[in-house]
């Protein structure tokens, strides 16, 4: 499992999609109770559809969690909790489709 990043490279990290602006006061208010807020181990898997999409991003409020793909990460809990719902909400819409599909497959004589 990886170490919680230092208070300063954890700024870094929640702020990649900023551009190297500066953190607005609500988003260093919420990286603050982030940091005070219990963690989680997570995994999220590689994708084998997309080699190439090594990190998954998980924002709260403008701060934004790089995640790696296939190592155990230690996040708060409020980021584990966001991801679980969002891998839940894909899955039942990928098995929504699949059924559709099965459906669409008809045989006529």
């Known amino acids: 499992m990886e ?3 230092p208070e300063q490279e954890q ?3 929640a702020t990649e999609g900023k551009s190297n602006k500066k953190l607005t006061s609500e988003q260093k ?5 982030l940091q005070e807020r219990p963690k989680k181990t997570i995994f999220i898997p590689e994708d084998p559809l997309n080699p190439d999409d090594l990190v998954v991003p998980i924002s709260v409020n403008g701060v934004t ?3 790696p793909r296939g190592k155990e990460f230690e996040v708060p809990d409020v980021i584990a909790d966001i991801w679980a719902e969002s891998y839940s909400k894909t899955a039942a819409a ?5 059924v559709q599909q099965e459906l669409d497959i008809t045989i006529r004589s």
Do not use: A, V
């Open 65 to 67: 969690y790089s995640i």
């Open 94 to 98: 990928n098995r929504k489709i699949k």
């Open 3 to 5: 170490e919680q990043q």
């Open 29 to 33: 208010s919420t990286l603050k109770r």
């Open 11 to 13: 700024q870094e990290t």
